[in-house]
């Protein structure tokens, strides 16, 4: 689409004539007046129809219009979906600087959850109390913390985006909270019993991948991309991780250091090379 086409195709602000007519409210007529403002049908008391002449009420309509028409002209925001909105503008832009576990994972929990759940509803209409109110529903059906707290990441950024964009005033999943009543599964720890038991019943590989893991910290991903080039004497370089059987960067340049080796556990490298 060219730019003049583009540009023909954009909405604009009408001018506000409005409608003024006689009705019954509370027993006694008024003047009411009936005009359209984002998209939506709305409309005011002017006063009593046996105090306020029609020129009078005409005038009042004016004033009360006069705000709205000083807008006349300016572009409406196009008519959007949640879903038009993540399909079209969010994930493209998002992909370009995802890594690919992360497009994987997000793109996933994005299309079953948020896509699945608000994809007709219109982008103009979504509130923060419809979004914190759908993370509470989402926690009630037994979602895990970690699931419902990565849909509250990925509604603030989708959001953000629609506001930075122009197509909403705020971000309404800027203050959104996980909801408290969820519980966190309680975590087991190795103890030195249990972790002296496990290297002794591993070949030599096995155990050098579980000292790196246990003692240095590193993840699976960072210690099956390691190559002998990032092997130092005394520590490793990560530089890089493997995913679905893909070299993969880190999550962050945070995630590119320098990992300190044990005694015990550069003498299984040097057996190991």
């Known amino acids: 689409m060219t730019i003049q086409a583009h540009a023909a195709r954009v909405r604009r602000r009408r001018f506000q004539r409005g409608s003024l007519q006689k009705r019954k409210s509370g027993g006694s007529w008024h003047w009411i007046v009936f005009w359209w403002e984002d998209r939506r049908r709305r409309s005011q008391l002017l006063g009593l129809y046996s105090e306020m002449s029609r020129p009078e009420a005409l005038a009042a309509m004016g004033k009360l219009l006069q705000p709205i028409n000083a807008h006349a002209g300016d572009p409406l925001p196009p008519i959007c979906t949640v879903?038009?909105?993540?399909?079209?503008?969010?994930?493209?832009?998002?992909?370009?600087?995802?890594?690919?576990?992360?497009?994987?994972?997000?793109?996933?929990?994005?299309?079953k959850h948020l896509l699945a759940d608000l994809g007709?509803?219109?982008?103009?209409?979504?509130?923060?109390?419809?979004?914190?109110?759908?993370?509470?529903?989402?926690?009630?059906?037994?979602?895990?913390?970690?699931?419902?707290?990565?849909?509250?990441?990925?509604?603030?950024?989708?959001?953000?985006?629609?506001?930075?964009?122009?197509?909403?005033?705020?971000?309404?999943?800027?203050?959104?909270?996980?909801?408290?009543?969820?519980?966190?599964?309680?975590?087991?720890?190795?103890?030195?019993?249990?972790?002296?038991?496990?290297?002794?019943?591993?070949?030599?590989r096995e155990q050098l991948i579980v000292r790196l893991a246990l003692f240095s910290g590193m993840r699976p991903g960072e210690i099956l991309a390691l190559q002998w080039k990032h092997v130092a004497e005394d520590h490793v370089e990560v530089v890089h991780r493997l995913y679905r059987g893909k070299l993969d960067r880190p999550k962050?340049?945070?995630?590119?250091?320098?990992?300190?080796?044990?005694?015990?556990?550069?003498?299984?490298?040097q057996r190991w090379r």
Not at 180 to 190: E, H, M, N, P, V
Not at 254 to 269: E, N
């Open 252 to 269: 962050s340049e945070r995630s590119q250091r320098t990992v300190a080796l044990s005694s015990t556990t550069r003498t299984v490298i």
């Open 83 to 111: 879903g038009d909105w993540i399909r079209d503008t969010f994930l493209p832009f998002s992909r370009r600087k995802w890594k690919l576990s992360t497009a994987s994972t997000t793109g996933d929990r994005i299309r």
């Open 120 to 204: 007709t509803l219109e982008i103009q209409t979504i509130t923060r109390d419809l979004l914190q109110r759908y993370l509470e529903q989402k926690a009630a059906d037994g979602l895990s913390f970690s699931v419902v707290d990565h849909l509250r990441w990925d509604l603030r950024a989708i959001f953000r985006l629609a506001a930075q964009d122009g197509l909403l005033a705020t971000n309404p999943a800027e203050m959104l909270f996980t909801p408290r009543r969820l519980g966190t599964a309680s975590r087991r720890i190795l103890g030195s019993a249990q972790v002296q038991a496990l290297l002794e019943v591993l070949d030599l």
